[in-house]
């Protein structure tokens, strides 16, 4: 199967685009990483994609009258490297009904907490303060509505009573690692099926990841 050209949309340190990179790298992945955009042209992420020899590009918000506009912009770089899939990787714009509309089914967004659960800003900070014990991430296609869409893939991270939101965060990140070029893997090899909300991969060993409270040794799991 030819591969999917895919583009990775940043604004800050790109560690998921990262571990999308490294999983690409495969001859066997469906999917390439043909182009990484960033809203801010100082994202530490653009780095890393060029050293390792992909297109980048920085289409600053700030210089545009409105968000048409700006993803109008994108919207030309986005044909131009003939891309066919998106994945949000830390990408904080709010996109238009207009731009999710024309890439529905295809674009992708990480989320770090089980959704529908906190939906938003400050994920970890909040699932503290609520006192869970079951935290974790999410990848979903995007729909206008925010952290909203069928999910693709989910991971889930125990909860210790020593955590911080630091800690927290660093244990769930470990998971958005795994299940996002996971998720891409089926989404480009065309593995699923969506009906409604729910999206149906035939495949049971797919996507969670086993909840694991790590070892007192300090294993980052
Ligand atoms: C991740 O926690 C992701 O879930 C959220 O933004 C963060 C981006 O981190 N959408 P990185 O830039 O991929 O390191």
Known sequence: MRRKRTAILISGRGSNMRALVQRARSPSYPAEIALVLSN???????????????????????????????????????????????????????????????????????????????????????????GVKIHGCTVHFVVPAMDEGPIIAQAAVPVLDSDTT???????????????????????????????????????AFPSAPLRVPSAEGDSG
């Not at 506009?69 to 994945?87: A, D, W």
């Not at 024309?102 to 909040?126: C, K």
């Not at 958005?176 to 090899?189: K, N, T």
């Open 40 to 130: 801010r042209p100082d994202a530490p992420g653009l780095a890393f994609a060029k050293e390792n020899g992909i297109a980048t590009a920085a289409v600053d918000h700030k210089i545009y009258a409105g968000r048409e506009e700006f993803e109008r912009s994108m919207q030309l770089l986005l044909e131009l490297h003939r891309i066919e899939y998106i994945c949000l990787a830390g990408f904080l714009r709010i996109l238009t009904p207009w731009f999710v509309g024309h890439w529905r089914g295809r674009l992708l967004n990480i989320h770090p907490a089980l959704l529908p659960a906190y939906r938003g800003l400050d994920t970890h900070a909040r699932a503290l303060a609520d």
């Open 166 to 204: 630091e800690t927290l965060a660093a244990r769930v990140l470990e998971q958005e690692h795994i299940i996002y070029p996971a998720a891409l893997e089926r989404v480009a090899g065309e593995k699923l099926r969506v009906e409604g909300n729910r999206v149906f991969c035939g495949d049971d």
